[in-house]
Nanobody, 123 residues
Framework: QVHLVESGGGLVQAGGSLGLSCAAS????????MGWYRQAPGQQRELVAS???????AYADSVKGRFTISRNNAKNTVYLFMDSLKPEDTAVYYC?????????????????WGQGTQVTVSS
């Protein structure tokens, strides 16, 4: 089992920045990739960024150039720095961990999830 604990999030004005962090514990050696998903009201959960153990990163087109994912392997922590935030970035953001790369994996098959943290961008 892997336990994910998120922190960060909150309310920010459009154009502002915000950071999220996700600390993993437990059987972390089983994990190949970690990432951040988001889910807005009435919408499906979508992957916005992921990073593998080797540092390979991938981003959704909607956040490319604005969001940066990084990780500190010594702390088993993944970060998401969000810049130039837009109202449409408002969502609950979830940390995830998986045994393989995340992009292309159906939501229902992702191995581990955090509890979610709210990000609200006001216009």
């Amino acid at each position: 089992q892997v336990h994910l604990v998120e922190s960060g999030g909150g309310l920010v004005q459009a154009g502002g920045s915000l950071g999220l962090s996700c600390a993993a514990s437990g059987n972390i050696f089983s994990i190949t990739a970690m990432g951040w998903y988001r889910q807005a009201p009435g919408q499906q959960r979508e992957l916005v960024a992921s990073i593998t153990n080797s540092g390979y990163t991938a981003y959704a087109d909607s956040v490319k150039g604005r969001f940066t994912i990084s990780r500190n392997n010594a702390k088993n922590t993944v970060y998401l720095f969000m810049d130039s935030l837009k109202p449409e970035d408002t969502a609950v953001y979830y940390c995830a961990a998986h045994r393989a790369r995340l992009f292309g994996v159906p939501i229902t098959l992702v191995d581990y999830w955090g509890q979610g943290t709210q990000v609200t961008v006001s216009s």
